[in-house]
């Protein structure tokens, strides 16, 4: 009885969970989420500037310079992370055919393209007193650089085709194959000299900061993740009502008799 009872119980969340990937099922909930996200994301980020600028120390070989770094890495880890997330929706929706799926791509395609734009914006600002230059030809900078010409072309190659299903699978291949940039980007300090310092915190040794420098991190990692994710499913929501305008559950979200 109780096997009848976790299999039934399974199958259950089976079928919520496919619920969800319906667009008309996803849209109210994403609607709920995005205050709590957004409540998140000013907390961490309050609590993460404050750490970040008026608590961390000084350091002793940047000085005051450095704390661009806490605007720096996290948009760096996103950029790479939200890549990863964004091939993987296209890739499902290129193999199951799911609008939702190639929705949730393109609508992180911009937070991502945004993110990457950021982590070379600060990372000119720190390399300029650092390196004496804004922009060197390093191996990460320049793999970083090709992310966000990624981003952009898949942002441009899905406007170009009128086609909303042949604009997905042409997206979804470009950013499969663009996928193999994360992995060089983020390896790319330990296979080639590069002007680029290593990691500062890494799963298998002690982070190489001070523990309120790596606390002021985390936390403005914390609130770039919940902002990208507010902004994400705002934009999947407002991708849902254009590429659903046609179903009689969006006409009649909208107020517009049949």
């Known amino acids: 009885?109780?096997?009848q009872n976790n299999s039934s119980f399974s199958n259950n969340r089976l079928i919520n969970w496919f619920k969800l990937s319906s667009p008309s099922t996803f849209y109210?909930?994403?609607?709920?989420?995005?205050?709590?996200?957004?409540?998140?994301?000013a907390a961490f980020g309050i609590a993460g500037l404050w750490i970040s600028f008026f608590v961390a120390p000084v350091d002793a070989v940047q000085g005051q310079g450095?704390?661009?770094?806490?605007?720096?890495v996290p948009a760096s880890w996103m950029s790479m992370f939200i890549?990863?997330?964004?091939?993987a929706w296209a890739g499902l929706g290129l193999i199951f055919n799911t609008r939702l799926s190639a929705m949730m791509a393109q609508a992180l395609a911009p937070v991502g393209a945004w993110m990457a734009f950021l982590s070379l914006w600060t990372g000119a600002f720190w390399g300029k007193p650092m390196w004496g230059a804004w922009w060197?030809?390093?191996?990460?900078?320049?793999?970083?650089?090709?992310?966000?010409?990624l981003y952009l072309g898949f942002i441009a190659l899905q406007a170009s085709i009128d086609n909303p299903r042949r604009a997905d699978k042409a997206g979804a291949i470009l950013a499969l194959v663009g996928a193999v940039n994360v992995p060089i980007i983020y390896f790319s300090v330990k296979w080639w000299n590069t002007l680029h310092q290593g990691a500062s915190v890494?799963?298998?040794?002690?982070?190489?900061?001070a523990q309120t420098m790596l606390w002021g991190m985390l936390l403005m990692s914390l609130c770039f993740w919940m902002y990208s994710i507010a902004v994400g499913l705002m934009r999947v929501r407002t991708l849902i009502l254009e590429r659903e305008s046609h179903t009689d559950w969006v006409r009649q979200l909208n107020g517009v008799k049949r």
């Open 136 to 149: 060197v030809w390093d191996a990460r900078l320049t793999s970083e650089l090709i992310l966000l010409f």
């Open 66 to 72: 450095y704390r661009i770094i806490f605007i720096h």
């Open 83 to 87: 890549y990863l997330v964004m091939a």
């Open 28 to 41: 109210p909930v994403a609607g709920k989420l995005i205050p709590i996200f957004w409540v998140l994301a």
């Open 1 to 3: 009885m109780s096997k």
């Open 202 to 209: 890494s799963l298998t040794k002690a982070p190489a900061m």
